[in-house]
């Protein structure tokens, strides 16, 4: 190991110190420590390959971005759902943390009981408690509602991804309005689903917890910096991360960050932060799309493409207006560029580091 | 063997085991360093994209290095080059195409400001020398490849000084002359290289003398006469061509009388001409040019070949330009010249599968002048080299390398016929002398680089904001005069702004992009394994192939390819 | 020290005693009084506990689900329809092997919504891979909490102490409770050895599938049925210590030649020998089952041995069967020489008093002719419209 | 496996001495509250105890029962008391039910908290009775119209069963300061306006 690894880790570890003004335990195996290049990335890797999401599968990337600023002082609570399933086959696991899997709809819950053992146990281990939007929306939306109230020191992170998709495409109340699931499916009768997508930021946002916001798989860099944010907050904190699933919303593989930059830049999901229930940030739109750039890209709204159905026109633009609705009431337009809005938080340089390295 | 432990728990990545490369279903990412447009585009063979890399990342001296290893004369080119650079930037496709040229201009500068060296050795002293004829572009760069590839050069100059059109045929405003002799004499001050002045071929040697002397010889005379000019072989008494005009004029300051001028023909020579005319009085100067002037439907093989900056300043200094037309007939006076009658015309596909002029009756109008001077392009002196002659009357180069019949020499630059700009003329010096260098060295021809071109399409330009060109000040028309060079300094802040607008086409940023949205963290970062510049390799026992990694990477550098093509890895 | 105690009281001073990292409770009737009981020992200072007041009994079992896991000592409890709400959880708890002690205050299951006592809600859970031990009195109850931190990491298995709802929750009586020395002294610190631990990352709760199923399923099994020592051990080395034991596995009363028998679990118990010390000359013997599960099938037939008949009490039926327990010890005891003939009866089902009468009715109905296998004993059919009976 | 323990045999399992309180009052009365206060004070005069209330789901203001057993053994039985030997009445409206004796015993007695005068109801309902006026000696003593302190103060003199100093106890066990000054000033009142040990016969009846 060279000195550089020695001074990124001790940085790291410094980071981490001065992130959470604790120590951070010292994992048996350390991170870019090791034989292999694997061993030595320069990140923590809490989420190993092998796992067996799809191919494309935003809710695998979008664990990974949470884990590598979350770690590795931290222990999870996953619900059921892909994520646990794809990471989990035993006797394999993909996690490099202390990781639980209970149920379904109770991770807050199992999450409440961890962060009440590390509390009574003296220790300052972060808690974080993951589920998909069928765990986090509906099933277990009572469980998070009590872990919120009690004020439990945990970062919640519900991978969104608009539907039951480890069961096979159900729709969920998270499932965006007109989109077509198996439980919502398009036909002579039906333009897909027929309620619209839960509020939940703003159910959240009624707990009055200290800090609540939504990310993009499309925008890593602000995505992990609300998780580095969140997990220095002594509190309930709250993160619902967009999380395009290939196959659910039909959409190729390699699309899988296009279409999550497209769902922001069209304003139907808007990407906000809350603190204390109050609007605080919103991550601005610098080029508006229609949505209809952002649906053309997925199955899930093929029924909508169809510029001689009536009834088609009307549902895509009762979805434009959901999303001009969203970047009125956010105010989404920005005023002028900014660099932390989406073009200006996409931008790319040459990395003068690794230039030199 | 299993052994299921209890509450059947599992290890921490233990997922390792599981091996998802095998889900591949077709493609595979691989790293594919393409030709970045610019480079593609550049007759001298610069690589701008390598270069604006090292000034992204701030090192000047390594960009500029970088760019003299291909083209030793950036300050010059820097001011003369029409580049085609520029036209072919992928930057075009979300704002602008980046001021190549000006940051060219800024490194060589640079260079000879700092002193710093060419990244050159002396050659030994018993190295093969190569004998150079023309000390213009193209045989300054012949000589100092030679240096790049342990050769010596002897170079014979049929004029007192060095520089060929550089100096006899580019003005001063555009290129001014403290700039030319800097560049000119730190590159003939390199060791290994010598110059004879006053030499010319046929004259005071002989090109066998020089094959027998010589491990080889490379032709670069340039075009010294002009192409015989008439209207249905009617000639204005007083003719005058543009080049022997311009050459005068640099030389002595002084052009004939007239009031009225019309100038047949369309390259820089015409442009540079028309524009001295133009500031040194005379009230009207049209440009008569068969090509077309640019506009957003001009034909590339159409447009008027001249430095689109030049064209963009004559018409501002007032040169009026009528396109697509040719002179039919001289209307004359007696002696004295009182018009010239012009007519429609246009390039079209003729019966017979090939390009013809095709003029239009009826068309014909008269344009009022008192002097018409012929800029339809120049030729190649024969003189000593009469065998090497092809029947258009410019040397025979058969090949990239400007090989000519004749064993061991090459013709190149403006001497071949099919080049016309300073930056080709330095290309062809670096090819032959490469082509020289591999048969000394008993190495096959150097192999051409075949890498694909990155097209615009092939880049994601969400990673790209919009940044605008830094505008490059220039003189006032008003202020323009023979000496003071036109346009101004980009200046270090700006150039190292510019640099960060290059879109580093085909090749990697580092930006980290594929490494941090790989759903499967089956990129590694590493800069010893990876190759081409990148700092990343595919774990392809984790890869599943979605593709992301090639959609995400901002610059192409990632493509997905037929998984075939890591077999046997 | 001997005090005169509600049974909820005495529970959560039992809990206090075994120090418990985490308690996660959320209040149902019957049990509502001890999860008052500890808030208050917690608000008093006399408990620090992580006391999480939970939003539902799901979360309840989640909360010390996660404690657990994450190496916690947990406690919980509760009560009927809150049984089944944590059933799923409850599953996951024991199928995940993580020990912690839940108290259930045993109680009808609705519909029709039924306040009192009997066993239908531990009997719903009674798969879930719980070990589940039942008190007779509220000493017991005390004895068996304490007992349970113990079996439970012993076992790495989830104990649930069930006792009668109201019939000992809501009963003063006289309890001796240990001081916190004697039970630091007998009840070893908390220890699970797969703890969630960042510097040893354990994933716990994989997907197992039908490759490993079978076999993670069996040593499940495997692990309830060791228990059976387990259960007994510790309960004699509480004996030892503190002069009094709470049954082991079960116990038997009376003559050693009765010919018929009595068996039964929780407070019915205490009834029944009440009743039967009216009957002295009835010689029967009464055997108190304490393991429910495991289900101690070698000491339930060497206590049924000698025996012509055995009456069975249930206090929860399964409709379309009869009663479970009965059932059961029929299962225990086919193909048994010589085996008793089973009379099986649930009585005090929903909270129907049984009074101590009762033990002559059932001793009675053992010679009559029209009985059934298995009767609601206690049920007036008359009530019913004839073609509900 | 050979794990059985067996218990002795021929054990007492029923003691002749036990004695078996119901208490009638209304939801919010305290009667659950009357219960444990009998039963802790039987503990503190060395018995053993038992007392529950009747489990209902009633609501304040309805008809409650609760049930206290005490003895000098261990007590094994858990169904409710049907055949009590007293009766604590904490309101003489619950007097219109005919039924508030059933069941009790032969000899058995009641006390009511009532104004009414003893003999009225003796009469109706053909047991000895007590009737005090606790809830107005409540206010009195303690500010509050709770009858559960005068009723068992006064019961307990009339019986002997227990010592009042055991009732003392028990309700220092309940209340401190004030409150329990109070409660004790009651007991002592009350335990001198009723007849010391009138019905202890009963205990033999």
């Known amino acids: 190991m060279s000195d550089n690894d020695t001074d990124q880790r001790a940085e790291r570890l410094a980071e981490l110190r001065e992130k959470f003004g604790r120590h951070p335990v010292e994992p048996k195996k350390p991170f870019h420590q090791g034989a292999s290049l694997r061993d030595r990335q320069p990140r923590f890797c809490a989420l190993e390959s092998g796992h067996r999401a799809c191919q494309g599968c935003g809710e695998a990337l979008a664990a990974r971005l949470v884990m590598e600023c979350a770690g590795p002082d931290v222990m999870v609570a996953n619900a059921t759902g892909c994520l646990e399933v794809f990471t989990t086959p035993w006797p394999q696991s993909a996690w490099q943390v202390p990781w639980v899997h209970s149920l379904f709809e109770n991770s807050a819950a199992v999450a409440s009981g961890m962060e009440a053992a590390m509390k009574a146990r003296g220790k300052n281990t972060k808690i974080l408690a993951f589920g998909g939007d069928g765990g986090t929306y509906d099933i277990g939306f009572q469980a998070l509602s009590g872990m919120l109230e009690r004020y439990h020191n945990i970062l919640y992170v519900c991978y969104d991804n608009e539907a039951y998709m480890n069961t096979g495409i159900q729709r969920s109340s998270s499932t965006p309005h007109a989109a077509s699931t198996t439980t919502s499916p398009a036909g002579p009768e039906r333009m897909g689903k027929r309620h619209l997508k839960k509020d939940l930021l703003g159910i959240i946002a009624a707990h009055h917890i200290p800090y609540s916001a939504s990310a993009s798989v499309a925008y890593p860099a602000d995505l992990q910096r609300k998780v580095r944010y969140a997990m220095g907050i002594n509190g309930p904190t709250f993160l619902v991360v967009h999380s395009p699933c290939p196959l659910g919303w039909k959409h190729d593989s390699h699309l899988t960050i296009e279409v999550a930059r497209r769902a922001v830049e069209c304003g139907l999901f808007p990407i906000v932060e809350m603190e204390r229930g109050e609007l605080a940030n919103v991550m601005p739109i610098r080029e508006v799309r229609p949505v209809k750039d952002y649906l053309a890209l997925q199955g899930r709204f093929g029924h909508l493409m169809k510029p001689d159905d009536p009834r088609a026109v009307e549902e895509l633009t009762h979805l434009q207006a959901l999303a001009d609705y969203n970047i009125t009431y956010f105010n989404l337009r920005g005023e002028g560029e900014d660099p932390a809005d989406t073009v200006g938080i996409s931008q790319v340089a040459r990395d003068r580091a690794a230039g030199e390295a | 063997m299993v052994v299921i432990n209890r509450g059947a728990h599992a290890e921490p990545g233990t997922s390792l085991e599981f091996k998802t490369g095998n889900w591949r279903s077709s493609e595979c990412p691989v790293h594919v360093h393409a030709k970045a447009p610019c480079h593609a585009a550049c007759p001298a063979g610069e690589d701008q994209q390598a270069w604006f890399a090292w000034l992204q990342e701030g090192h000047v001296e390594e960009a500029w290095r970088e760019l003299v290893s291909k083209n030793p004369l950036p300050s010059v080119t820097g001011r003369v080059c029409p580049h085609p650079c520029e036209t072919a930037c992928n930057r075009t496709s979300i704002d602008s195409a980046l001021a190549i040229h000006n940051v060219e201009r800024w490194l060589g500068d640079e260079a000879v400001a700092k002193g710093w060296a060419y990244p050159v050795e002396a050659p030994a002293e018993d190295a093969p020398c190569v004998a150079i004829v023309g000390a213009g572009p193209g045989g300054l760069s012949a000589a100092y490849h030679c240096l790049r590839n342990g050769l010596r050069a002897e170079i014979f100059e049929a004029l007192p000084e060095a520089g060929g059109l550089l100096r006899s045929a580019i003005p001063p405003t555009r290129l001014p002359r403290p700039a030319l002799d800097a560049e000119l004499n730190r590159l003939l001050a390199l060791p290994g290289i010598k110059l004879n002045l006053r030499c010319k071929l046929g004259r005071d040697v002989g090109l066998d003398e020089l094959k027998h002397s010589h491990a080889a010889v490379i032709l670069a005379p340039g075009c010294g006469l002009s192409k015989e000019w008439n209207i249905d072989g009617a000639v204005p008494t007083d003719l005058h061509e543009g ?327 | 020290m001997r005090e005169a105690l509600e049974g909820s009281q005495a529970i959560a001073r039992a809990v206090a005693l075994c120090e418990p990292d985490v308690v996660a409770a959320y209040p149902i009737t019957p049990q509502t009084h001890i999860v008052e009981n500890l808030s208050k020992l917690v608000a008093d200072g006399e408990l620090h506990t992580e006391f999480v007041s939970v939003e539902s009994e799901f979360s309840a079992a989640s909360v010390v689900l996660g404690a657990a896991a994450s190496g916690a000592r947990a406690y919980t409890a509760s009560s009927s329809q809150g049984v089944l709400l944590m059933a799923e959880v409850l599953f996951n708890i024991a199928g995940m092997r993580i020990p912690l002690v839940m108290t259930v205050a045993n109680r009808a299951v609705s519909a029709p919504l039924n306040i009192w006592n009997d066993h239908a809600d531990s009997m719903a859970v009674r798969d879930s891979g719980w070990i589940q031990l039942h008190c007779e009195n509220n000493q017991e109850a005390v004895d068996t909490t304490i007992q349970a931190f113990r079996i439970s ?78 259960i007994e051990k510790t309960d004699r080395s509480w004996a030892r210590a503190f002069k009094r034991g709470c049954g082991g596995l079960l116990t038997t009363e009376g003559p050693k030649d009765a010919k018929i028998g009595i068996i039964a679990m929780g407070s019915t118990v205490g009834t029944l020998r009440s009743g039967l010390a009216k009957t002295e000359d009835a010689g029967v013997r009464l055997i108190k089952l304490r393991a429910f599960r495991p289900l101690p099938e070698e000491a339930l037939r060497e206590a049924t041995r000698g025996l012509d008949h055995l009456i069975v009490i249930d206090r929860a039926i399964s409709p379309g069967l009869g009663g479970i327990l009965g059932t059961e010890i029929k299962a225990v005891l086919y193909g048994t020489p010589d085996a008793p003939r089973i009379h099986n009866h649930a009585i005090g089902l929903g909270g129907r008093d049984i009074p101590e009468t009762i033990v002559g009715d059932l001793l009675s109905a053992i010679e009559d002719p029209d009985a059934t296998p298995f009767s609601v004993f206690d049920a007036d059919l008359t009530m019913l419209p004839p073609e509900d009976r | 496996m050979t794990s059985v323990i067996v218990g002795a045999t021929a054990r007492p399992y029923r003691s002749d001495t036990m004695i078996e309180y119901r208490i009638h009052g209304r939801g919010g009365q305290g009667s659950v509250a009357a219960a444990y206060l009998l039963a802790s004070a039987a503990f503190e005069a060395g018995h053993t105890c038992q007392a529950f209330p009747s489990f209902g789901a009633e609501r304040r203001g309805a008809p409650v029962t609760a049930f206290v057993r005490i003895d000098n053994q261990p007590i094994h039985l858990r169904s409710q008391v049907r055949t009590p030997d007293f009766l604590i009445v904490q309101d003489d409206t619950l007097l219109l039910d005919r039924g508030i004796t059933d069941g009790l015993k032969p000899g058995g007695a009641m006390i009511v908290n009532s104004r009414r005068s003893d003999e009225d109801v003796a009469e109706a309902f053909s047991c000895r009775t007590k009737c005090i006026p606790a809830t107005e000696l409540a206010l009195d003593y303690i500010g509050r119209p709770i009858p559960n302190t005068a009723l068992l103060a006064a019961f307990l003199t009339m019986t002997g069963h227990l010592p009042v100093d055991a009732l003392a106890a028990a309700l220092k066990g309940r209340f401190k300061g004030a409150v329990l000054e109070k409660n004790l000033a009651l007991v002592d009142a009350v335990a001198g306006m009723v007849p010391a040990g009138a019905w202890k016969e009963s205990e033999d009846a």
């Open chain 2, 243 to 569: 080049l022997h005009l311009l050459r005068e004029f640099m030389d002595h300051g002084e052009f004939p009388e007239a009031r009225r001028v019309a100038v047949h023909g369309g390259g820089n020579t015409a442009i540079d001409l028309c524009r001295l005319m133009k500031r040194h009085g005379v009230e009207q100067v049209t440009l008569i040019t068969a090509s077309a002037l640019p506009g957003p439907d001009t034909d590339p093989e159409d447009l008027i070949n001249v430095v689109p900056r030049e064209l963009e300043e004559a018409l501002e200094e007032g040169i009026e330009i009528i396109e697509h037309a040719t002179v039919k007939r001289l209307i004359m006076k007696g002696s004295r010249m009182t018009g010239v009658e012009i007519v429609a015309l246009k390039k079209l596909l003729g019966t017979d599968g090939r390009m013809h002029r095709v003029q239009f009756e009826g068309t014909e109008r008269v344009v009022s002048v008192d002097m018409v001077i012929p800029c339809i392009g120049e030729r190649v002196d024969p003189e000593g080299m009469h065998n090497l002659m092809n029947r258009w009357h410019y040397l025979d180069a058969r090949d990239r390398w400007s090989r000519t019949p004749q064993e061991n020499v090459h013709a190149i630059g403006d001497a071949r016929g099919d080049r016309g700009t300073v930056a080709e003329a330095i290309g062809d010096g670096r090819l032959a002398v490469e082509a020289v260098a591999a048969r000394l060295q008993g190495r096959a021809d150097p192999v051409e680089d075949t890498r694909p071109e990155m097209p615009a399409s092939g880049l994601n330009p969400v990673y790209f904001g919009r940044i605008s060109r830094t505008a490059v000040p220039k003189l006032p028309v008003a202020e323009r005069t023979f000496e003071a060079e036109i346009e101004g300094d980009i200046g270090r802040m700006a150039a190292l702004r510019e640099a960060t607008r290059c879109l580093s086409c085909g090749n990697c940023l580092a930006c980290d992009n594929c490494w941090v949205m790989c759903p499967d963290n089956a990129v590694i970062k590493t800069a010893e394994l990876a190759s081409d510049g990148s700092h990343y390799v595919f774990d392809l026992d984790f890869c599943k192939g979605c593709g992301i990694c090639a959609k995400e990477c901002p610059t192409g550098f990632i493509q997905m390819a037929e998984d075939t093509w890591h077999e046997g890895d």
């Open chain 3, 153 to 230: 990491q012993e076992t790495d298995l989830p104990v649930m102490v069930c006792m009668d709802g109201f019939v000992l929750t809501h009963t003063m009586e006289v309890i001796d409770i240990p001081t916190i020395a004697q039970v630091r002294k007998w009840l070893p610190p908390f220890e699970f050895k797969r703890a969630l631990d960042p510097s040893d990352p354990k994933s716990l709760g994989a997907l197992v599938g039908p490759d490993f199923f079978p076999e993670v399923r069996h040593s499940h099994h495997a692990a309830v049925t060791k228990a059976l020592p387990v």
